[in-house]
Nanobody, 125 residues
């Protein structure tokens, strides 16, 4: 079992930046691909980014590519999402997720077994 706790959300103006963190506890953090997803009210949960156990490979949705950066620090059991050039359409509840496979990146929510409670990001125009 892995417990995940997100932080770092908030209210920011369009064009601004935020850095989300997800702290993991429980099983060995480095055994997991980690991902970020987001869900706006009335919409499905969408993939944002994922990273392999060693940070060697990353994968982004087209909507955030070039603006967001996922990274991880296995010594701190933490995964990050650096978000730049934020847009109002980035407003959503952002979730951290863990996949019980250290190397296979995935974008579908069903591929991830462990989820945090989410942190709200609101981008004003």
């Amino acid at each position: 079992q892995v417990q995940l706790v997100e932080s770092g959300g908030g209210l920011v103006q369009a064009g601004g930046s935020l850095r989300l963190s997800c702290a993991a506890s429980g099983r060995t953090f480095s055994n997991y691909v980690m991902g970020w997803f987001r869900q706006a009210p009335g919409k499905e949960r969408d993939f944002v980014a994922a990273i392999t156990w060693d940070g060697g490979r990353t994968y982004y949705s087209d909507s955030v590519k070039g603006r967001f950066t996922i990274s991880r620090d296995n010594a701190k059991n933490t995964v990050y999402l650096e978000m730049n050039s934020l847009k109002p359409e980035d407003t959503a509840l952002y979730y951290c997720a863990g996949r019980g496979d250290p190397v296979t990146l995935a974008s579908h929510p069903s591929a991830y077994a462990y989820w945090g409670q989410g942190t709200q990001v609101t981008v004003s125009s």
